[in-house]
């Protein structure tokens, strides 16, 4: 089975602090993404990377960086937590985008700034 | 990149067909239509692909018209485990952009 772990599930955070969210994906994918949801606004798009040390903004990267060292590991860095950033994050991997790929997803990570 | 539109949310009963339509009319040639599942506390799941016609798995159908502007994910009798957000996203190599879903609500 494909698996893609983020590093935490629930997590509290204080205004102004730095934060890591860690995923990592065994299937060897190249694609990886960081996306947030918010009740009524779906899965918005941070960041992606389609390879290591490649990185894309996605529609919402304000606030964000990322970190892509190693093939299996993305990271989403929130340099100076604010609490709109309070949200649920979401990491997922795919191969190649196009005919018959699909997006493996993590269990989330429920950010709490406070 | 090809926006999508689809029904905010929507009602059935169990084991009713539900049929839930997404519009994508600047789909590209080499776009494929694709749509993932949502429960609530977890991360989308892939449920079908397709490019043109009609597609069929073990979990739904998706048909295309020939025009590609529009396309319909039918469930067939669905049942109280059915209730989630479903997304019509639109993709060729570019990255995925999820909407704002359409969430199903399945009644007894």
């Known amino acids: 089975d494909v698996k893609v772990t983020q590093s935490s599930r629930y997590l509290v955070k204080r205004t102004g602090e730095k934060v890591f969210l860690e995923c990592v994906q065994d299937?060897?994918?190249?694609?990886m993404f960081w996306y947030r949801q918010d009740p009524g606004l779906g899965l918005r798009l941070i960041y992606f990377?389609?390879?290591?040390?490649?990185?894309e903004k996605g529609d919402i990267p304000e606030g964000y960086s990322v970190s892509r060292e190693k093939k299996e590991r993305f990271s989403l860095i929130l340099e100076s937590a604010s609490t709109n950033q309070t949200s649920m994050y979401l990491c997922?991997?795919?191969?190649?985008?196009?005919?018959?790929?699909?997006?493996?997803f993590g269990q989330g990570t429920r950010l709490t700034v406070v | 990149l090809a926006k999508t539109t689809q029904p905010i949310s929507m009602d059935s009963y169990e084991g009713q067909e539900v049929n839930i339509t997404c519009s994508h009319n600047?789909?590209?040639?080499?776009?494929?239509i694709t749509w993932y599942q949502q429960f609530p506390s977890q991360g989308p799941r892939f449920i079908i692909q397709?490019?043109?016609t009609k597609v069929t798995n073990e979990v739904a159908s998706l048909f295309i018209p020939a025009d590609r502007k529009s396309s319909t994910l039918s469930l067939p009798r669905v049942s109280l485990s059915d209730t989630a957000v479903y997304y019509c996203?639109?993709?060729?190599?570019?990255?995925?952009?999820f909407g704002t879903g359409t969430r199903l609500q399945v009644f007894p």
């Open positions: 397709g490019y043109k």
């Open positions: 600047n789909i590209a040639t080499n776009d494929y």
């Open positions: 299937m060897d994918h190249e694609n």
């Open positions: 990377s389609y390879d290591v040390k490649m990185k």
């Open positions: 996203l639109v993709y060729n190599t570019d990255k995925l952009i």
């Open positions: 997922a991997s795919s191969k190649w985008l196009g005919e018959n790929t699909e997006a493996f």
